[in-house]
Every structure is written in C-alpha cells, then in structure tokens.
Antibody
Framework: EVQLVESGGGLVKPGGSLRLSCAVSGFTFSSYSMNWVRQAPGKGLEWVSSISSSSYYIYYADSVKGRFTISRDNAKNSLYLQMNSLRAEDTAVYYC????????????WGQGTLVTVSS | SSELTQDPDVSVALGQTVRITCQGDSLRSYYASWYQQKPGQAPVLVIYGKNNRPSGIPDRFSGSSSGNTASLTITGAQAEDEADYYCNSRDSSENPLFGTGTTVTVL
C-alpha cells in the first residue's frame, strides 16, 4: 500500500523557518517525481514545488521562489521542504503528492501537515 | 499568468447526472486531472489523462475535453460524491496549476 506521511508542521513567527518531511512507503520512491501542494484555510489547492526522481529538475511556484527549498533523500525514502522567511500567507496545510507515472497527475497524497505563521 | 476557472457551486439530485467544467487556455495542450476532496481529508485523484480512472474510483466518474474546456461528469450521483472537486493542468511555464474548485452538493 502506498503511504505518504508528512510531519514537521507547527506554529512559527513571521520571518521564521520550518522544515517539513514526507516519509513514503509502499513504492519505489527513487522512481517518482514528487511535489508539495498547499491549501490555505478555506481556500483551494496551490502547487508549491516539484522535484524529479534524481533531484535533477526542481521547480517552484513564484510565491515561494527564493524562500523555500525542496529536496529528497532516496536512501531514506523521504521528501523535504525547507521553508525560510515565512509569511502569514504561507499558513496552510501542506501535502506531499506523488507524480503519476506517464501523466501530469498527482496520484497519491499524504494526509497533510498544518503550518501556521503568526506572531 | 494562466488560470483554470471552475463554477464555485453545483448541485445535483441524488441519482442524477452532473457535469463540472474547467476552463483555461492550457487545456488546449494538456489533459486535465480531477481531484475529489472531502472536508478534513486529502485530495483524491478521480480522473487523469484522456479519461482514466485510478483503481477504486467508481465508473460513474468520467472525464472529457473540448477546446479550452475540460469536464468531469458524475453519472448517477451518490450522497458520498458530495465534495469539493479541483481540476489540474499546467500553466504557461508548464508548472502544475489547480482550478478554482467546485463544491458539489447532492440534494
């Protein structure tokens, strides 16, 4: 069974930092591109960042470029999101999601971790 | 930048058919994928590619596309289909882009 489990969320002050993790199991992690997607309270889904299977290709939404860093450790079956210079508008549930092989869809999602940026 | 526009709210009588649409220029080049999200839960992929359903998704869910519009159809809507639905495609930079979302109410 494919499982993705996020952790690392919490309350942080504006300007602070946080590192999210996503531990995966049930599939060959090193064969899949991975993503972070977020959802602000009561709002829609927003793609945040993507990383290819070998970490060669990395992409960010304009809203987080220069502040967030996506990475992965294929040996540990883990995906990460380092978030710096956090703002109130970064408050959201952050989901990790797997790219579907051969399509542009996200075929598996974690349960999400809540990040709250507030003084 | 690109946008994917969905009607905010749609209602359907139990057992009837409902179509949810997603409009955007990128849909002329890319297929949409569709996600169902129930309150407090993570999104679930229901349609991807031309009209493909992941394992476990009922066949009452189907997808289609024409021009700049993609559609998700639920044929014979059930109470458990009440949820938010999001389309997804690509933006002008070829990055993932989600639609604005549609809340489906089953009456």
């Amino acid at each position: 069974e494919v499982q993705l489990v996020e952790s690392g969320g919490g309350l942080v002050k504006p300007g602070g930092s946080l590192r999210l993790s996503c531990a995966v199991s049930g599939f060959t992690f090193s064969s899949y591109s991975m993503n972070w997607v977020r959802q602000a309270p009561g709002k829609g889904l927003e793609w945040v960042s993507s990383i290819s299977s070998s970490s060669y290709y990395i992409y960010y939404a304009d809203s987080v470029k220069g502040r967030f860093t996506i990475s992965r450790d294929n040996a540990k079956n883990s995906l990460y999101l380092q978030m710096n210079s956090l703002r109130a508008e970064d408050t959201a549930v952050y989901y990790c999601a797997r790219d579907s092989a051969g399509s542009t869809a996200f075929d598996s999602w974690g349960q999400g971790t809540l990040v709250t940026v507030s003084s | 930048s690109s946008e994917l526009t969905q009607d905010p709210d749609v209602s359907v009588a139990l057992g009837q058919t409902v179509r949810i649409t997603c409009q955007g220029d990128s849909l002329r080049s890319y297929y949409a994928s569709w996600y169902q999200q129930k309150p407090g839960q993570a999104p679930v992929l229901v349609i991807y590619g031309k009209n493909n359903r992941p394992s476990g998704i009922p066949d009452r869910f189907s997808g289609s596309s024409s021009g700049n519009t993609a559609s998700l159809t639920i044929t014979g809507a059930q109470a458990e289909d009440e949820a938010d639905y999001y389309c997804n495609s690509r933006d002008s930079s070829e990055n993932p882009l989600f639609g604005t979302g549609t809340t489906v109410t089953v009456l």
